[in-house]
C-alpha cells in the first residue's frame, strides 16, 4: 500500500515563491529553489511548481534549478501550451506536467502529452467552486463557477488520459479555516485516478481530518509550509498521530513531542529533556 | 569509478545525475560504445511510452551494443522505471514490441479488481526475494521508494529482486546477473533510494577490479 503522499505547493509568481490568496492576492515568501530545498530537507513526498508566470524560458529554468536542488519527485504546473513546451519542463527535471486551462481550451494538447509521455506523467489540475451542496469547475479566467459539475469535469479529464488529479479550491486558497473535506470525498469516491486535495489548510490538524475523511491520495499544503521550521515533519506528525501510514525520512519525527493547536511544537517537559541526555541516536548511513 | 548513464533521447537524465552526484561518483551521458565501455557501470533511465523508448534504442543502435556491453563485457546495468521495462522481452503498451530480451517476462496494463488507483503512485516499502539480496544489501529498516507507473513488468519469478503490496503483489525490482532493474524512482526516493544507488556502485566497483 502507498502512504498518503504529503505534497508541498510552491506557487510561483514574478519568478518568486508566494503565497496565494483566493487566486488574487499573493504575498512574497522568497526564492522557489531555497524552499523546496527545505521541503526537501523536511521530508516532503512531492514537490508540485504552481507556475502562474507565462514566460516559459524563466519556467523551463526554474524547474531545472528546483529539480537539481531536490531528491524528491517534481510536478509543474502551468504556463504549458504546446507539446515542446512540455518536452522542455521534462528536460528541465519535471517527472510530471500538469494542465489547467489547457483541459478547456485544448483538450487535444492533454490527450498528446498523455500519449507521448504515458499518463503517470500527466496532472489535470482542476478548480472546484461549492454551490449549496453542488461543486462545479471555476473558471479560472471568469473567476466564477461554470455549468459544469465537479463528477462530470473529473470524468471528461479521464478521458483526456491525465494520470493523476490535483483538486484545488479557489475560495479556500489561502483562508486557512480547512478543506472542502465533503468535495474531496465526494471527488475521490468518483474517480480511480490517484487524487491530490490543496486548499484551505491552515493548521496541521486540517490536513489529518482530511486523510480520515476523504483519503485522498496525497495531501497539499501551501501557504502554511512557510509559516514554520521543519512544517512538513510536523504535518507527518500531526497525520501519523490521526493514524495515517505516512512515510518517514529519516529519524526526526517530532513523534514524541506536544505541539499546539496550529501544529507548532510547543516546549517539552523538563523530565523529558533531562531524559534526552541519556539517548545516543546513531548518524543515519547511505 | 564513473557511471554512464545511456543517451537515448528518453529519461530524466538530469536527476539521475544529480543522486549520483550526492553519493560522490561521477557520472557522463552517452550512447557511443567506447565511451559506455570506460564506465564501471551504466544506467538506463526512461520516462515515456515502451515503444517510443524501443524505436530510440534501436535507432541508435543501441540495443545490440547494450548486449555487447552487458553480456562480453559484464558491466552492471541499472534500469530504472520504463528502462526497467524494456529490459523485458516484450511489452504490451500501444501494442505488442520487442523489449531487450534482458530478463525474461513481458510488461502488461496494471488492472486492479480491488479498486485500486492507476496509475500506481507514491511511496511504498517493498520486499525484498533472494534475488535481491545484492542490489537491497543497504536498505534501511523504515525505507519506502517512489513509484509512478501504468504498466508493470510480470518478470519471471526467479528474476524477481522485490515486490510491492498494490492488488496482490507486483513487481518492484528485478535482477539477473549483473543487470539490475527498479520499477520505482532511486534517484527520487531521498536517501532510500540513494542507498540502493550506492548498493549499485559498490557491486559495479567489484566487477570492475575482477
Redesign the interface.
Known amino acids: 500500500m502507498n502512504s498518503p503522499r504529503l505534497v508541498a505547493s510552491i506557487v510561483v509568481r514574478d519568478g518568486l515563491h508566494v503565497q496565494s490568496f483566493g487566486f488574487r492576492r499573493y504575498l512574497p515568501v522568497g526564492s522557489p529553489v531555497e524552499s523546496a530545498r527545505e521541503f526537501d530537507r523536511w521530508g516532503v513526498d512531492e514537490i508540485a511548481l504552481i507556475l502562474l508566470d507565462s514566460d516559459l524560458q524563466a519556467n523551463r529554468r526554474l524547474v531545472s534549478e528546483v529539480s537539481d536542488a531536490i531528491a524528491v519527485p517534481l510536478a509543474a504546473i502551468g504556463g504549458i501550451r504546446s507539446i515542446a513546451d512540455a518536452r522542455a519542463y521534462i528536460a528541465g527535471g519535471a517527472d510530471k506536467i500538469g494542465f489547467n486551462t489547457a483541459l478547456v481550451e485544448n483538450p487535444a494538447l492533454v490527450h498528446e502529452a498523455s500519449r507521448i509521455f504515458g499518463d503517470q506523467c500527466v496532472v489535470a489540475s482542476i478548480d472546484l467552486v461549492r454551490q449549496g451542496a453542488r461543486f462545479f469547475r471555476w473558471d479560472y479566467w471568469k473567476k466564477n463557477a461554470s455549468n459544469m459539475e465537479s463528477v462530470d469535469w473529473i470524468r471528461e479529464v479521464e478521458q483526456m488520459g491525465a494520470g493523476e488529479i490535483l483538486l484545488n479550491f479557489p475560495e479556500k486558497d489561502g483562508a486557512g479555516g480547512g478543506m472542502d473535506v465533503e468535495a474531496i470525498q465526494q471527488a475521490v469516491a468518483s474517480t480511480n485516478l490517484p487524487l491530490v486535495a490543496v486548499g484551505g489548510i491552515g493548521a496541521t490538524a486540517h490536513a489529518a481530518e482530511c486523510f480520515q475523511v476523504a483519503k485522498p491520495s496525497g495531501i497539499g499544503v501551501g501557504n502554511r509550509l512557510a509559516h514554520f521550521e521543519q512544517s512538513i515533519l510536523l504535518f507527518k506528525k500531526a497525520l501519523a498521530d490521526s493514524g495515517a501510514p505516512v512515510r518517514t525520512a529519516g529519524k526526526a519525527t517530532y513523534s514524541d513531542s506536544p505541539t499546539d493547536t496550529e501544529g507548532r511544537p510547543a516546549k517539552k517537559s523538563e523530565e523529558f529533556l533531562a531524559d534526552l541526555l541519556f539517548h545516543r541516536i546513531e548518524p543515519e548511513k547511505i | 569509478m564513473r557511471i554512464g548513464i545511456v543517451d537515448y533521447g528518453l529519461g ?1 537524465v ?2 539521475v545525475r ?2 549520483f552526484q ?2 560522490g561518483v561521477p557520472t557522463f551521458l552517452s550512447s557511443i560504445p567506447e565511451e559506455l565501455e570506460a564506465a564501471d557501470g551504466l544506467v538506463l533511465p526512461g ?3 515502451f515503444p ?1 523508448a524501443m524505436e530510440q534504442i534501436r535507432t541508435r543502435g543501441l540495443d545490440s551494443i547494450l548486449s555487447d556491453l552487458v553480456y562480453k563485457k559484464h558491466k552492471p546495468l541499472l534500469g530504472i522505471c ?1 528502462g526497467m521495462q524494456i529490459l523485458a522481452d516484450w511489452g504490451e503498451e500501444y501494442g505488442e514490441c520487442k523489449g531487450l530480451g534482458f530478463i525474461p517476462g513481458r510488461v502488461r496494463k496494471l488492472q486492479s479488481h480491488a ?1 485500486r ?8 516499502a517493498v520486499s525484498v526475494l533472494p534475488a535481491g539480496t545484492a542490489m537491497f544489501e ?1 536498505m ?1 529498516p ?1 525505507d ?1 521508494y ?5 504498466f508493470y513488468f510480470d518478470a519471471d519469478p526467479a528474476c524477481r529482486a522485490a515486490t510491492v ?2 492488488d496482490g503483489e507486483i513487481v518492484a525490482a528485478v535482477a539477473r546477473g549483473n543487470v539490475w532493474g527498479a520499477q520505482f ?1 532511486p ?9 540502493l544507488l ?1 548498493a549499485f556502485c559498490l557491486s559495479a566497483s567489484k566487477e570492475a577490479f575482477q
Open positions: 530524466n538530469g536527476s544529480a543522486a550526492r553519493l520516462v515515456g511510452a517510443a520504463l479498486r488507483k492507476i496509475p500506481h503512485v507514491g511511496w511504498s543497504r534501511a523504515d519506502a517512489y513509484f509512478d507507473h501504468s503490496s498494490w524512482h534517484e527520487k526516493s531521498q536517501n532510500s533510494g540513494l542507498r550506492k
